[in-house]
């Protein structure tokens, strides 16, 4: 026996799935290196953290001493010593000894109650509301800490409060909401010494077989899924359009392929995906490509937007997470197969984009059709702005007025290709009808463009040329989203 030390995090993964847990200790070289998008939650994570920190000007915060993870011996003697003087203490570190193993935390915020020798303990998360996985990650922590010694009064998860507007410099105190889950986490307190036992003896043992499930999305998605889901058919019935759960009782059930799903067990649209892949061929739907056609007037406008939706708002009268648009792209068709005239605007600064992108928006002539693809989010930024900006409403209401989406036909599964394996996002439907995708791009989706921007525009000491290239990054992908809804409206005017 090894008598594992488990962190928060490794329980926080038993919890989720054994395989995962047993992985991260005995094999960990088959897991994948962190993306960029998972690695910009962590340092979203981080900033939100440090933020917190100023509530407690007079706080003390214990280094973590190692170079790649916390020097556990070390932590923990720096924080008995800080414990010592009764101020608040941020990274304090415990260790509990536990059936099988040790329990290791480092606790976000530790508050001493004034006239008592307890502590508060204060747990701090970049979302926007207490979740169930939180509950377990301070019930552990808060089991950990009393294991040591310590005595705690209040239990309680810090998160962001999204009805805050930043007017001037960012206010902690406004920013952040506390929920107060002594007693929630205190009930789960009880079982967690269990499960400790259960996830160090799954540590110790053989390697678990486990099936995939919805714990490989849920509560985040699993660092192993791509691992674990690398045998499954090309067209498995996780790509079921609107399955959701549904796709993992066909698996329990030995269903794996869509192509073998009972119709009893399917509707509308999940029909016309399985005859799809039956048949191996594009279903179309000539009517409802004739009356998206006939709904358009020329010149048409087809747009696409880029935006980042920060935990922190960057800019005066902007919230927690709100779509902030930075950029965007026009291909301007004036009649049907006509070439397209390309117009494009992007923020280069770390100026507040909206006002300039405003400007450059007012090219949009007062005729012809606005086109987006799934263009709920283009009407959102539409409506956000006019708000914002009253001056500008009057032109931000016309252009919401003629927008039409030129994802309908796809959306209601009127026009579908086995090839878009359920899904109807450009990035689906484009190579599915074209044969070409967003391959060779050195920026391929809306989320990579946002941190990509963040990082040109904020990253101290960026050289010149990593900026530049970033830059030339963004205009190359956000024009090739526009450029891809022509491509697609001249496929769907070949289908009639």
Same mark, same amino acid.
């Given at each position: 026996m090894t008598h594992p030390t488990i962190s928060k995090s490794k329980f926080l993964s038993g919890i989720q799935c054994p395989l995962l847990l047993w992985t991260q200790y005995n094999d960990r070289g088959i897991i994948p290196?962190?993306?960029?998008?998972?690695?910009?939650?962590?340092?979203?994570?981080?900033?939100?953290?440090?933020?917190?920190?100023?509530?407690?000007?007079?706080? !003390?915060?214990?280094?973590? +001493? =190692?170079?790649?993870?916390?020097?556990? %011996?070390?932590?923990?003697?720096?924080?008995? $010593?800080?414990?010592?003087?009764?101020?608040?203490?941020?990274?304090?570190?415990? !260790?509990?000894?536990?059936? +099988? =193993?040790?329990?290791?935390?480092?606790? %976000?915020?530790?508050?001493?109650?004034?006239? $008592?020798?307890?502590w508060d303990l204060v747990e701090v998360k970049s979302s926007t509301r207490t979740k169930d996985v939180n509950i377990w990650d301070v019930a552990f922590?808060?089991?950990?800490?009393?294991?040591?010694?310590?005595?705690?009064?209040?239990?309680?998860?810090?998160?962001?409060?999204?009805s805050y507007v930043r007017h001037g410099p960012i206010e902690p105190a406004r920013l952040f909401a506390t929920d107060d889950i002594t007693d929630l986490a205190r009930n789960r307190m009880r079982d967690v010494p269990r499960m400790f036992a259960e996830y160090a003896a799954t540590i110790d043992g053989p390697k678990p077989v486990v099936p995939i499930g919805a714990h490989c999305v849920s509560p985040y998605t699993c660092a192993m899924k791509d691992v674990c889901w690398n045998h499954l058919p090309e067209h498995h019935v996780t790509t079921m359009v609107r399955a959701g759960k549904k796709a993992f009782d066909w698996v329990e059930r030995g269903i794996h392929d869509v192509a073998d799903i009972p119709n009893?067990?399917?509707a509308g649209s999940q029909r016309v995906q399985k005859d799809a892949v039956k048949s191996g061929r594009a279903v179309i739907d000539q009517k409802a490509i004739h009356a998206l056609l006939d709904s358009l007037e020329y010149p048409l406008w087809h747009l696409d937007f880029e935006s980042v939706n920060p935990a922190v708002p960057l800019f005066n009268g902007t919230r927690p997470f709100q779509q902030v648009p930075f950029q965007f792209s026009l291909h301007v068709e004036e009649a049907?197969?006509?070439?397209?005239?390309?117009?494009?605007?992007?923020?280069?600064?770390?100026?507040?984009?909206r006002p300039a992108l405003l400007e450059a928006l007012s090219q949009i002539g007062p005729y012809g059709t606005v086109l987006a693809f799934n263009a709920t989010f283009e009407s959102q930024v539409l409506a956000t702005l006019g708000m914002t900006f009253p001056e500008w409403k009057p032109m931000t209401d016309d252009l919401g007025a003629r927008l039409r989406d030129l994802a309908d036909p796809f959306r209601t599964f009127s026009v579908y290709h086995p090839g878009q394996k359920g899904s109807y996002s450009l990035k689906s439907v484009?190579?599915?009808?074209?044969?070409?995708?967003?391959?060779?791009?050195?920026?391929?989706?809306?989320?990579?463009?946002?941190?990509?921007?963040?990082?040109?525009?904020?990253?101290p000491g960026l050289p010149e040329s990593d900026r530049e290239g970033i830059f030339e990054g963004l205009r190359a992908?956000?024009?090739?989203?526009?450029?891809?809804?022509?491509?697609i409206l001249e496929v769907l005017r070949g289908m009639i």
């Amino acid at each position: 026996m090894t008598h594992p030390t488990i962190s928060k995090s490794k329980f926080l993964s038993g919890i989720q799935c054994p395989l995962l847990l047993w992985t991260q200790y005995n094999d960990r070289g088959i897991i994948p290196p962190t993306n960029a998008g998972t690695q910009y939650i962590f340092d979203m994570g981080h900033s939100v953290g440090d933020l917190a920190k100023q509530l407690w000007p007079n706080g !003390v915060e214990v280094p973590a +001493g =190692g170079a790649d993870r916390p020097d556990l %011996d070390a932590t923990v003697a720096t924080t008995r $010593e800080y414990l010592k003087k009764r101020k608040p203490i941020f990274e304090a570190s415990f !260790v509990s000894d536990e059936p +099988g =193993g040790r329990r290791y935390v480092r606790a %976000d915020v530790m508050l001493p109650v004034l006239g $008592e020798d307890r502590w508060d303990l204060v747990e701090v998360k970049s979302s926007t509301r207490t979740k169930d996985v939180n509950i377990w990650d301070v019930a552990f922590q808060a089991g950990a800490i009393e294991g040591a010694g310590v005595k705690l009064r209040r239990l309680s998860l810090m998160h962001i409060n999204t009805s805050y507007v930043r007017h001037g410099p960012i206010e902690p105190a406004r920013l952040f909401a506390t929920d107060d889950i002594t007693d929630l986490a205190r009930n789960r307190m009880r079982d967690v010494p269990r499960m400790f036992a259960e996830y160090a003896a799954t540590i110790d043992g053989p390697k678990p077989v486990v099936p995939i499930g919805a714990h490989c999305v849920s509560p985040y998605t699993c660092a192993m899924k791509d691992v674990c889901w690398n045998h499954l058919p090309e067209h498995h019935v996780t790509t079921m359009v609107r399955a959701g759960k549904k796709a993992f009782d066909w698996v329990e059930r030995g269903i794996h392929d869509v192509a073998d799903i009972p119709n009893r067990d399917l509707a509308g649209s999940q029909r016309v995906q399985k005859d799809a892949v039956k048949s191996g061929r594009a279903v179309i739907d000539q009517k409802a490509i004739h009356a998206l056609l006939d709904s358009l007037e020329y010149p048409l406008w087809h747009l696409d937007f880029e935006s980042v939706n920060p935990a922190v708002p960057l800019f005066n009268g902007t919230r927690p997470f709100q779509q902030v648009p930075f950029q965007f792209s026009l291909h301007v068709e004036e009649a049907p197969g006509a070439e397209p005239e390309h117009i494009e605007f992007l923020s280069v600064d770390s100026n507040d984009p909206r006002p300039a992108l405003l400007e450059a928006l007012s090219q949009i002539g007062p005729y012809g059709t606005v086109l987006a693809f799934n263009a709920t989010f283009e009407s959102q930024v539409l409506a956000t702005l006019g708000m914002t900006f009253p001056e500008w409403k009057p032109m931000t209401d016309d252009l919401g007025a003629r927008l039409r989406d030129l994802a309908d036909p796809f959306r209601t599964f009127s026009v579908y290709h086995p090839g878009q394996k359920g899904s109807y996002s450009l990035k689906s439907v484009l190579p599915a009808l074209t044969g070409a995708g967003y391959e060779g791009l050195a920026i391929a989706d809306g989320q990579a463009a946002g941190r990509q921007w963040l990082q040109a525009v904020y990253k101290p000491g960026l050289p010149e040329s990593d900026r530049e290239g970033i830059f030339e990054g963004l205009r190359a992908y956000c024009g090739k989203d526009t450029g891809a809804m022509v491509e697609i409206l001249e496929v769907l005017r070949g289908m009639i």
